[in-house]
């Protein structure tokens, strides 16, 4: 009899065990994609990801039917739809990979279908390791990242990734299916991501061509470089990652058999790696990840709001160059580089004292790779309220940081094109440029460019004070 098979944050055909299993099972095999609505605890996905999900299951879908299958796009609660979708087709089996973001709703899911006669099969394939496999000693979850890691690397390396399959068998008629379009995905007026696909090619064949660049140039200067937004030293697979277009052991095993001089940005890179399997492990432990502060030592914290001070942010307009090129580059491309991510964010939560959930909804909805384990994961990291978070009180001075790691301005003329023609010893601390410089540059502090709309020291010295009162 036939199968469904359920597509959720595993859009791939290559190393995708659900798939496999379902073929293995003998009978025609639907591929379905339900869109959940009212699904408040995994979170809606954010506008950035809706952009990406609509080229993602267009590519999926194109994928699948040159197998000789199709996708079944659906609308609904997802236990009302499988279990429809049961009944017109006669499928007694949903094939699914685990998502671990939506275990408990998962459960749920399953309870459901077994009192309609329907059994889920559940496989492994979205992280690294099961991550029921990676505990301490006393059989409990780690909360340290570094034991986590050695942990992993004792139980080896992750399975062999499976190709795709060379055929899929299909019904005679598949169920009918809504169309992508009237999903309306996309954004109309303002068109906010009319620049994105400058950027990311969505998809499959856009996650394997990131992935060949990186083992092509042998992950050249990775553990370096990827501390300076201004070089291109990553991977650019996060987004890919975050809608399971690429498995992580795919990515894993591609860098073996680089050669010895790559040794050590290979081990580096597989640690960032293994860093979201470490924040996956966090979500199961603490679901509520996003909304409450791992370490409730942080509840009591006196968080300041300030409107317009938010909305300065967020548009990349607060006087102060590498926080607005973060922003920016988001508004841009999806997508902010790391290091700016730590700068951009550690400047809401220390120097505008605004509290970290804002920002994790911010960068929620305006992400690309927005991750339901890394985005809270790392912004408590940020905040120091997390679970192996970097302490509060050290915090980023923005003008050092982009002197450090933006040290031409490269990154800031890129995304701030106003300031482009400023000398390098000003390019991120334009507030300090003597009249005739800034005139030079065609700058007007305050009119072209903001002035900074907080002085650092003064945020500093307020960010102290109010950590000080939580001891
Ligand atoms: P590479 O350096 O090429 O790393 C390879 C992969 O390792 C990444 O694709 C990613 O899957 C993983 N990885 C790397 N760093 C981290 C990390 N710190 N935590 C978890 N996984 C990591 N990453 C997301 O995928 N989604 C998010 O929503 C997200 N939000 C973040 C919010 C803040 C405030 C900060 C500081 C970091 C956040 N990150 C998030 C982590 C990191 O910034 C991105 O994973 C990284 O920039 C992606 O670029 P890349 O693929 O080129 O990374």
Redesign the pocket.
Known sequence: SPVLLWFRKDLRLDDNAALHAAIDAGGPVIPVYIREPDMPDVGPLGGAQLWWLHHALAGLKADLKSLGGDLVLVTGKAEDVLVELAEKTGAKTVFVNRAYERTLIDRDIAIALKENGIAIRAFHGQLLHDPKSIRTGSGNPFKVFTPFWNAMQKLGEPAEPIDAPESIPAPEHFPRSESLDGWNLLPTKPNWAIDFAKTWTPGEAGAQEKLSD?IDRELHDYKRG?DFPATDA?????PH??FGEISPARIWHATRGQPQKAAEDVGH?RR??A??DF?YSLLIEFPKLSEDNWDDKFDPFEWEFDEKEFLAWTKGMTGYPIVDAGMRQLWKSGFM??RV??IT?SFLIKDLMIDWRH?EKW?RDT?V???PA??P???Q??AGSGADASPFFRIFNPLLQGEKFDPDGDYVREYVPELARLERKYIHRPFEAPAHVLEKAGIELGKTYPKPIIDHGFARDRALAAYKKLR
């Open positions: 990186i990827r990553t991977s650019s697979l996060s990652l975050a890179f960032e790696l860093w979201r924040c580089h790391n991510r730590m964010a920002g960068f992400l790779d927005a991750d890394s985005n994961a790392n912004w990291w940020v």
